[in-house]
């Protein structure tokens, strides 16, 4: 393709996704970022999480405005793996796998619905975890890893054969660099079962070939910080632990080359409602929603308008 060639369909690249990216993830649709798990465990210990999460997204914003919006949504479906290993009380290693499926319906004004969908493995964060301190009082747990670039990339719509916008992709296609840092204070204010719980995200991306390879797409960087109390009861030998979280994430607008895509990046305030039943120290049942509080996004995108996750949590002992 010649440069003149290259510059004007690039150009028509950067129309056509900034008119259909909606709140773009970690991973094309993966909540990565805000999954880690970050955390110490006793040494020699094992811990596996398997969770399913629902994201609904059919409120439309420009800013911090909502619009009218009846005519497109999004649903994203994830089910995710996490597991850690521990070495020593200090040393551990973090790994989150997914399989991610969204599905975007698009009405037109003369009723029809065009529906696009995507589905496979996506991308794989391995972390090696240092954890200071692990008491009974205050714990510390920072983690540094690649997210690698293993899930699908290169989905393409099966109406009409087109590869999808990068949004919508199961896999981000770039091996990108993610930070993390995680802190516990048990017992706060000397009340028994209550915790200050503290934890921040980093990601820094790089590009990935697109379209035939001719362009670079990168998701901009990402930083998630999440702050919340948890409160363990003990209602007939079962522990139940309601929590309540306010997360903070910013992103920078994704770019084709050295152009900033419309209709991406931005900064989201959401409130977290969680519970946790743990029938015994083994094993638990997880539950949280998601709900805006604000937003001020970079143009018109599509963003969350509820979020529930569900999991189940196994730790192995090693006595």
Known sequence: MSL??????????????SRVNGQTC?????????NLGIQGIESKSWYFQLSYDFNRLDNLYSGTEKLNNNLSERLTQTVMLQTIYSFTEKFSVNGLFTHVYQKRTINTSSGDAHVTEANGLGDIVLLAQYTPFLSLKRSLTMAIGPKLPVGKFNATDSEFGLVLSPDLQPGSGSLDGIIGVNFSEYHLFNVTGLTFNSSAGFRITTPAQRFEGDFDYRFGNETIIAIGLQKNLIIKKIGLSPSLYF??????????????????GGIWINMFLGLSIEPSNYWAINFS????????????QLTTTYRINIGVAIKIFNN
């Open 26 to 34: 970690c991973s094309g649709g993966t909540p990565i970022t805000g």
């Open 247 to 264: 997360n903070f994430r910013n992103t920078f607008q994704d770019k084709i080359e050295d152009l900033q895509v419309a209709g991406t």
């Open 4 to 17: 003149k060639g290259k510059y004007i369909v690039l150009v028509f690249l950067i129309v056509i996704v």
């Open 289 to 300: 929603g998601e709900l805006p509080v604000y937003k001020n996004l970079n143009g018109t």
